[in-house]
């Protein structure tokens, strides 16, 4: 069995630990090792705090000796000479002051709280540590050496005290070493068990919601307040929870606690008008004073759910209306409907609607897209129209084809396309070289077939500058053609003739034969 003994004072603090074993001959007590510290000048004055430092000792002798130790300790007893220690370390570490909160928790993590004990000062051997002693008092055979005479008893005839035992008048001394904010909010109710509109109140205000932008974590921080001052007020005739719901993490239940406490906060100081609560069926919880909303009086059913009646300018309400939105980036309306399974929120269209408007999801949904700005077709290919009536026409090439006559030779040729503008008939031919002569072959051709058109498109070529290199021939040929010859030509079968160069840059002018 491993003992340990701690104490603090203003000049130090430490810590002794001994094994025990009890054997044949009678019960052996042997010192194994110990640990002290002078006190910092910054804890002068305040021995609580020394005393804490000194179970800290312990609970790292204890952890260092089974560490590096292979004697098997089936089980550990730690005694302390302040009952406010040994109250403090009973309870969870939150809602203390850092330094406080710090090292209970260690003692905490080391080992199980209901190994500690209390004995009185006269019989506490770590008093040797704090208060000194001369060099007859640590010598062999010493208490000391050989640990207080009581540890050689029967433990039922131990002289100490477990933590309930201790005197009660003890719990003010551990509110001493809450932090403020945390021991105003669990002194605030007049009964500890019994949650009151202002002690609800004061908990969401101590928490802030305007912080968070979520309201499953706002009620999350909510549940996880309200369940340690639960822990901390240590009611025994809570209900016992059953396995899985000691688990750590938060119930349904405790979720809509949650919620209700921000609901109260939300109503706390709004005054109603008369006007809006006419319309509506609103109740007044008698526990908690919490207004209760069953919907509007026209509709209203006995058996319909009532939820919590919120203002507007509520955080809570912003909240609210964001979750009910970001689950499927819906409407107003249905944004609403969503709200009101979990509260009923005063002007509730303008709230979602200011949701709505601030969503970044949304407004990407709604934004307008670019779109092309395209010119007005020509009145040609719009208004009714034999085939070829109204015809473009450009070269294309050269291409390399074998000659009829040589077989084994090849020669250049050059195509021509006319292109209807109504249908978008097309008809092909080829011409032999670039000449005026060979176009004029190539439309005479064209017109036997198909017959004159009434007008004729046609470019410069301006448009293959960047080709002018290859193409330096074409341009050539295009500048060489007798266009008065062939206006004449046309002009006696009916053809408004018109040698048409559009601009440069502006293949959106003839883009019909451009597509060819």
């Not at 430490?14 to 510290?37: F, I, M, N, P, Q």
């Not at 706002?218 to 005739?237: D, F, P």
Request: charged share 30%; glycine share 6%.
């Amino acid at each position: 069995m491993g003992i340990t003994f701690s104490d603090g004072s203003e000049a130090s603090y430490g810590a002794v630990l001994y094994l025990r074993w009890e054997t044949e001959d009678g019960v052996v007590v042997k010192l194994v090792e110990s640990k002290a510290k002078l006190t910092p000048l910054d804890q002068k004055g305040d021995i609580i705090k020394a005393e804490l430092c000194g179970a800290v000792f312990a609970s790292r002798l204890m952890t260092y000796f089974e560490k590096h130790c292979t004697i098997k300790v089936d089980r550990w007893t730690h005694f302390v000479d302040s009952q406010t220690i040994l109250g403090a370390i009973q309870k969870d570490s939150y809602g203390y002051q850092t330094f406080f909160a710090n090292r209970i928790g260690e003692i905490q993590k080391a080992g199980s709280v209901e190994s500690w004990r209390w004995v009185e000062g006269r019989k506490h051997v770590a008093d040797l540590i704090t208060r000194g002693a001369t060099p007859e008092e640590l010598a062999e055979g010493s208490v000391w050496q050989e640990g207080p005479d009581f540890l050689k008893l029967p433990e039922s005839d131990w002289p100490v005290k477990t933590a309930r035992e201790i005197n009660p008048s003890v719990a003010e001394e551990i509110g001493g070493l809450r932090r403020k904010a945390f021991s105003a909010l669990v002194s605030g109710g007049a009964q500890p068990r019994k949650w009151s509109g202002p002690t609800s109140v004061a908990l969401v205000r101590l928490v802030d919601p305007r912080r968070f932008s979520s309201l499953a974590r706002l009620c999350g921080t909510i549940a996880w307040m309200r369940r340690a001052v639960e822990i901390w007020l240590g009611n025994s005739q809570a209900p016992v929870r059953s396995k899985w719901e000691a688990r750590p993490y938060l119930s349904v239940e405790e979720r809509e606690t949650a919620f209700q406490d921000l609901a109260l906060a939300a109503q706390d100081g709004v005054e109603f008008r008369d006007t809006t609560l006419d319309r509506l069926v609103v109740q007044k919880e008698e526990k908690t004073g919490l207004l209760l909303c069953g919907g509007r009086i026209q509709r209203w059913d006995e058996d319909r759910v009532t939820v919590p009646l919120i203002p507007c300018q509520s955080w809570l309400a912003t909240l609210l209306a964001r979750e009910a939105h970001e689950e499927n980036h819906e409407g107003v309306a249905s944004t609403l409907l969503r709200t009101r399974r979990k509260a009923w929120i005063m002007q509730g269209r303008r709230t979602v609607k200011k949701v709505l408007n601030n969503c970044v999801t949304c407004r990407k949904r709604r934004a307008k897209m670019c779109q092309q700005v395209m010119s007005d077709l020509p009145q040609e290919r719009t208004e009714r129209a034999g085939p070829f009536e109204y015809t473009t026409l450009d070269l294309f090439g050269p291409l390399e084809v074998k000659d009829a006559v040589k077989r084994r030779t090849s020669k250049k040729v050059w195509g021509i396309v006319f292109c209807c503008m109504a249908s978008r008939a097309v008809h092909a031919d080829l011409t032999d070289d670039q000449s005026a002569e060979s176009f004029l072959q190539a439309y005479s051709r064209f017109v036997a077939l198909r017959g004159h058109p009434r007008k004729l498109w046609s470019d410069r070529g301006t448009n293959f500058v960047g080709a002018r290199s290859a193409l330096c021939e074409l341009h050539r040929h295009l500048a060489r053609l007798q266009a008065a010859s062939l206006e004449d030509v046309a002009a006696k079968n009916g053809t408004e003739w018109k040698w048409d160069f559009h601009p440069a840059d502006a293949p959106h002018r003839n883009g019909l034969r451009r597509l060819l």
